[in-house]
């Protein structure tokens, strides 16, 4: 599933995971509220810096931080809606380090 799928999906069910990772998400209307819930859940994002969906991203990105949530992130720059098989795989090594 997508980035803007997970994301919404894990708020509704926090207990069940570890971590989340969001690759080029398609994130509207975060709020700073939804992005609180995760405080206690190390968050992975990236995205292109030309993603028609980029200001969210990086919306979600600001909330994170503020609300003190471990957060790793890049912005790609020069690159649209694509998945780019490096960040997939350090998404993956990421995942293997999470524990619950």
Do not use: C
Request: charged content about 30%.
């Amino acid at each position: 599933m997508g980035g803007g799928g997970t994301f919404r999906i894990a708020q509704k069910t926090m207990d069940r995971w570890s971590a989340i990772g969001i690759y080029s998400g398609a994130i509207r209307n975060v709020t700073e509220e939804e992005a609180r819930k995760f405080k206690e859940m190390p968050v992975w994002i990236v995205w292109g810096e030309k993603e028609w969906l980029a200001d969210g991203n990086r919306k979600l990105k600001d909330y994170l931080l503020e609300a003190g949530a471990e957060v790793k992130w890049a912005e790609v720059k020069g690159v649209g809606h694509s998945y780019l098989t490096e960040y997939q795989d350090d998404l993956m090594d990421w995942f293997l380090e999470q524990k619950k």
